[in-house]
């Protein structure tokens, strides 16, 4: 292909695939910036609500096979140890130790895999995007409030002396998405998932569908609320991991996996590529040692700097990353 050839299916990528999640994150971002909008109501209903009837709906009339289920489940959990152990070795040697230390490596090893993974797979990716990224957020939601509770709180127990083992257990048991899963697999097994036509299957994916554009409002949102400061020039190592070593990563796991479908594994790699989540900010808020990095920014401003840094980075990363993926040339 020509160069002009690339540039142009670049940029087609890139209004296809990122340009409409990118608007509607916009739209969330100014609607911060003027109004005083607290997220935390919008994020609620996403969680306890939306966002458990897209996995429930999504899961329940996927076409992917049990097999496939099964792989993707055991691809993430790899490659999220993976990306913990690679994050937590560069970053020693960049010479960076706790408290700052876990909050680089939750913000390094956990992918934004919902409010912005979701939208992106499937545009790029179509149905079996889309089905794959809610895979990949379901099993990422358990390993987050279970290794990411632990990174987080190491060494600090919660004022009633819980442990913090024990308060992961406690959160993962208040997750609806788990019983999303749970719930939308035990149907397809009995064989009693309705007709996808029917009243009630089109009501869940009305809502469903409603998830989406609302879990970018809420990025947005919170992008703009993010106290940055001079923070950004702090998250040089956290950029690099996720822009670079994730994709590579992930890329590593695909291809010893053996993902059947290869639109699985390209999905597979964009989700594990995805930007920084919000998700650690409310992790070490909750569980952290609040004392800092070390230096003048605390770890609340670390963790919202990766995340707005790499969130700008993924799209210019994300588009060639599509491209290449589209093309064969990853997996």
Known sequence: ???????????????????????????????????????????????YVLAPVLVFYSLATTELAGETLATITAGVVVYHVAMLLVAGGIAR?????????????LVAAFPNSGNYGIPVSSFAFGDTGRSTAVVYLAVQSVLIYTLGVYIAGRGTDRDDGAPGWRVGLERIVRIPLVYAVVAALAARWLGVVPPTGVPAMETLRLVGDSSIPMMLLILGIQLAG?????????????????????????????????FGDPTVART?????????????????????????????????????AAVFATTLLSVPALSVLIYLLNHGFVV
């Open 268 to 304: 597979f790699v964009l989700e594990s590529a995805m930007p920084a989540a919000v998700t650690p900010l409310i992790l070490v808020a909750e569980f952290g040692d609040a004392t800092g990095t070390g230096s003048a920014t605390s770890l609340a401003e670390f963790v919202s």
């Open 93 to 105: 040697l960049a010479g960076v130790s706790e408290p700052l230390l876990g909050a680089l490596v």
């Open 226 to 258: 993010a106290d940055l400061g001079s923070t950004l020039s702090e998250v040089g190592v956290v950029a690099a991991l996720k822009i670079v070593v994730a994709p590579a990563v992930a890329v590593g796991v695909a291809l010893v996996a053996g």
């Open 1 to 47: 292909m020509t160069d002009l050839g690339t540039r142009m299916s670049l940029f087609s990528i890139f209004v296809t695939a990122l340009l409409p999640i990118l608007a509607i994150g916009a739209v969330g971002f100014a609607l911060g910036r003027v109004r005083d909008v607290d997220p935390e109501p919008l994020n609620t209903v996403t969680v």
